[in-house]
């Protein structure tokens, strides 16, 4: 099911690409969009975040939120024959959009076009986008990974396209029964780096929620179990909780109630919108952030920005991601060789979401 702030900004981006708000147009006001969606300010913020970080809205200090249409369409003269395909899991949400604008504005300086298409994290969906660069003849792919901790039925595909002798390179994660050169953050080290800043801050009852089948989810758990063992503190099975894409609206009542039961103090989830969708059923709930419970997200989205708790997360490289994805493929396209992984070291941002625990 799509998230409600998910749904206005849908109807919102609508709204502007049919032009019933104008260019450089203030759109309406937050409590005026929350009369008329019947929702809470904080999933108008949302709404708007999700707007502004895609390029389609600006907010002014002091004066409103205005439409602003900055973010290109990407697809343009797919026939062209300097055309590099990208696919990614998502498009027009989280943190993709400025990982597409980087590498667009990289490819468009360069003289390339870029072919854009998205999976949803389904691997059907990644199959035909596959099958649409072959027939398109693209001369490079970047490729975020559906599902890159299951088997995935695709990859006979992969090993085509190599035979092709089309280079590729994947960002956020790579699958691991190929030997394909990827661009990512370290993972595991940002696991480790936010459960080991709950335990500088004496969080001894630490709970984990991270998606299970995308490998930086597997990572990261990885890096919470390090982190536990050098501070020599001993977890339990209900200390870790997994979800899947699909399972997601499900795990955030089941957390909630986790937390309850065990009284967890800390809670390290797998990105910022869980972190964020979590905190306000928390908050629902009458817990107060970060009193009562800590909680850390990751990728540094504006999603963790917003309200009046802001995130303590982990930075995420974003639109410079994308710029080194590009720069890569092109090199590689020119050089006509493998090129080495880029593997970035996180770095946690300290926000007002965390409290130390008084010993």
């Not at 390339?112 to 649409?132: D, F, R």
């Not at 009852?205 to 919470?224: A, P, S």
Request: include cysteine; proline fraction near 3%; charged fraction near 25%.
């Amino acid at each position: 099911m799509v998230a409600k702030y998910q749904q206005i900004a849908d109807e919102l981006r609508q709204k502007i690409n049919l032009q019933a708000f104008k260019m450089n147009e203030a759109i309406p006001s937050e409590a005026e969009l929350q009369k008329q969606y019947e929702v809470s300010r904080h999933t108008i913020r949302q709404a708007i975040a999700l707007l502004v970080n895609e390029g389609y809205l600006r907010k002014e200090k002091g004066s409103g939120t205005y439409v602003d249409n900055v973010f290109k369409q990407v697809a343009h003269s797919f026939e062209e024959s300097k055309t590099i395909g990208v696919i990614t899991t998502y498009v027009s949400d989280y943190i993709f959009p400025p990982i597409i604008r980087g590498i667009e504005n990289t490819l468009s300086k360069n003289g390339y076009s870029l072919l854009l298409a998205s999976t949803n994290n389904n691997y059907q969906q990644e199959k035909e986008c596959l099958e649409k660069m072959m027939q398109k003849n693209v001369q490079g792919l970047i490729i975020e990974p559906t599902k890159s901790n299951q088997y995935n039925p695709n990859l006979a595909l992969y090993t085509q396209l190599r035979e092709q002798g089309i280079p590729i390179v994947m960002i956020n994660a790579a699958y691991e029964e190929l030997n394909i050169p990827k661009i990512s953050v370290n993972d595991e080290l940002g696991g480790f780096l936010a459960t080991d800043y709950l335990m500088k801050k004496n969080h001894r009852n630490i709970l984990l929620i991270t998606k299970i089948d995308d490998l930086q989810g597997k990572y990261r758990m990885k890096g919470f179990i390090r982190a536990s063992e050098e501070n020599k503190i001993m977890f339990k099975s209900e200390n870790i909780m997994t979800y899947t894409t699909e399972t997601k609206n499900e795990i955030l009542s089941q957390a909630v109630d986790q937390i309850e039961t065990y009284h967890f103090t800390g809670v390290v989830c797998y990105n910022d919108e869980l972190a964020s969708e979590l905190n306000q059923k928390l908050i629902e709930k009458n817990f107060n952030i970060p009193d009562d419970i800590s909680i850390i997200g990751n990728d540094n989205s504006t999603l963790g920005q917003m309200g009046s708790i802001a995130l303590t997360t982990l930075d995420h490289p974003k639109e410079g991601l994308g710029v080194d994805a590009a720069n890569w493929i092109l090199q590689a396209i020119k050089l006509g060789s493998i090129q080495d992984d880029i593997i970035y070291t996180p770095q946690l941002l300290e926000r007002s979401s965390v409290k130390k625990i008084n010993n």
